[in-house]
């Protein structure tokens, strides 16, 4: 390789034109960028290094060294781990593999705090670097190639950089940050020593700094050559409960999640048995932005007796618990365990399981707390993930009664917070059920003809609005011995909660009706399987419902909007023979007009789309006109 003038990719282009230019507030992370880059390398050093133990070269101890030279206005941070090879330079500090970049873009153009902190949730820490020098200049060669083949990195963080080879006795990275005029601050021992506290206390390698001393001569402080460890080295969850404060515990939270939020609860333990592990499991209390990709892996890091195996193991997590960040150390695990093996092992699974037990303890304090507050954590932890968390019904049926506890819903008394035991404390004397409907939104719901009857008697009916819900339904059918009952399905019957005289006054209602029940099922025979007499109304003259076993109107709308086909199964037309217009029907000419526009109105009213909008305006019309 020679000497190169490469272009960044148009991307990086974007965020370096952001980073040098919008980011003002704690500019002091890049520092944790580029320590946690030092780091990971150092990690991937070690993982290699398993299966190729040539890699250590004859240097074992893994270290970072931060260091500066003020004359040159430099600051460096360098490690002894993985380092990059030319081509890798070329591909690692020229583009972006990740996907994101679009949304970390439309965030970061957004955000009036104008925060660099947002740069780590994308994975993009290296180009924090621009937002304090006008120069970046990195030098590394790979663990295992000979010295010749070290690579010299440098830009100015505009569109282009240039590459060529050097030579470089030490495997591993210099990252040389040439600083901004005003940014001299950054070459203080003391003050890189309080940045490192603050972010990079809990980094397992040393960070070495050099020592100072008083200079009574010159009346400075000046820099010996002695090197100092100035953090702590020991990984977090490696320490007792005890010995961690909760600013720790938080501190450590920003740093695995980038969010700059506080979590909203924690727990850190050491399981011992069959076998054993320590995990750090945090809560978070915003939904990140993929939150719906369920191909996003979890946020969960393995480590295996302290080394780090990989990011994101999402075999240790179940799929509807993605938002769970923190850290597992596995003592039983082999080291050169993968993926695939993950998936298999019985370690894991055991681990899994207790995880999960873990999570759902910690949401079931939140919302059984006695304390308020707690409970209102629960409530925007509900806001947040309440949807995913639903997809637990179906995917964990081992914890089904505990997930079925920590759900909550609107319904016809609150629009939001109410959980199954609210519901079943709520009851009337006599009712048996628990009673919902599904709709596309609240708005739908709460209008929808089929809970008239409802609200007459008193009776609460929950509304379920989320897409999951439909899902969710498939899986869960009761609760505590109660059966949850669409209001939308099946014939009607209220049980004992409808008294005799109502049920006879059906029962005569539906003989007296008969031959108009007939007109109308011969007029509207290709849209309704049946059309029956029924007491759910009291205002509305009719309402679409299905059969017990079938899709509902709802589910299968949605199932098209997917792109899939619904089975098609035709829908139970109810009229209300009280209703004025039911009434008049029989001794109107304009039957055959009267008895689609009921049945479209049934239709229009549960959410649903026309076939034909044309034919009802026309038809409307032609009413209306009359
Ligand atoms: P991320 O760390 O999330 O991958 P960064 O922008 O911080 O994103 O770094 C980009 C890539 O550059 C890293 O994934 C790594 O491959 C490479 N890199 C950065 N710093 C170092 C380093 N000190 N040693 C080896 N590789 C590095
Ligand atoms: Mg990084």
Redesign the pocket.
Known sequence: MTRQTLSFQAEVQQILHLVTHSLYSNKEIFLR??V???S??CD?LRFEALDHGALWEDAPNLEIRVFFDKDAKTLT?R?N????SAE?AVA??GT?A?SGTKEFLSKLEGDKKKDANLIGQF??????GFIVADRIT?L?RRAGAVPEEGVRWSSAGTGEFEVEPITRAER??D?ILHLREGEEDFLSTWRLKSIIAKYSDHISLPILMKKEEWDSEKKEQVLKDEWETVNKAAALWTRAKSDVTDAEYQEFYKQISYDSAAPLAYTHNRVEGRTEYTQLLYIPGKAPFDLWNRDKRGGVKLYVKRVFIMDDAEALMPVYLRFVKGVIDSADLPLNVSRELLQESRDVKAIREGSTKRVLGMLESLADSEDAAERDKYAGFWKEFGAVLKEGIGEDHANQERLAKLLRFASTQADAGVSFADYVKRMKEGQEAIYYITADNLATAKSSPQLEVFRKKGIEVLLLVDRVDEWMLTHLYEFEGHALQSVAKGAFDLGKLQDEEEKKKAEEAAESFKPVLDRLKTALKNRAKDVRVTTRLVESPACIVVDEGDMSGHLSRLLKQAGQDAPKSLPTLEVNAEHALVKRLDSDERFDDLAQILFDQALLAEGGQLEDPAAYVQRVNRLLAA
């Open positions: 960028e580029l946690s880059n030092a990971d390398a991937k941070i490690d781990g993985i380092g990059m890798e690692h500090l972006i990740k994975g993009v820490g290296f180009y924090s990195v590394s591993g990275t990252v």
